[in-house]
C-alpha cells in the first residue's frame, strides 16, 4: 500500500506530503480516466492521491496504486493554485 512516508522516500522528498480525498480533489470529475486507468492496473483496486508543495502556489499531485507486480503505478499531475 502507498503511504506518504513511502512517496517520500521514493521521490526523495523531505517537504510536505499529503493525502488527499479523492471527492476533494476531483471535484468536478475531470480526472475520471486518470482514476479509472489506474484502478485498472491496481491489484486491489484502490487509488490513492497525494499532494506534493513546492512552494505556495505550486503543487504536484501522484494518483497510486500498486499493481499486480508489486510495483506503484499511476499519474503525476502539476498544479498552479492560487
Known amino acids: 500500500m502507498v503511504s506518504t512516508a513511502l512517496l517520500g522516500k521514493l521521490l526523495n522528498f523531505s517537504g510536505t506530503i499529503t493525502e488527499e480525498s479523492m471527492k476533494e480533489w476531483n471535484v468536478k470529475d475531470r480526472y475520471n480516466e486518470i482514476i479509472e486507468a489506474v484502478r485498472h492496473v491496481s491489484i486491489d483496486k484502490v487509488v490513492k492521491v497525494f499532494r506534493l508543495d ?9 494518483v497510486l496504486s500498486v499493481s499486480e507486480a ?11 493554485e492560487s
Open 54 to 62: 513546492n512552494g505556495t502556489t505550486r503543487s504536484e499531485y501522484f
Open 70 to 80: 508489486s510495483s506503484i503505478v499511476g499519474y503525476k499531475v502539476k498544479a498552479v
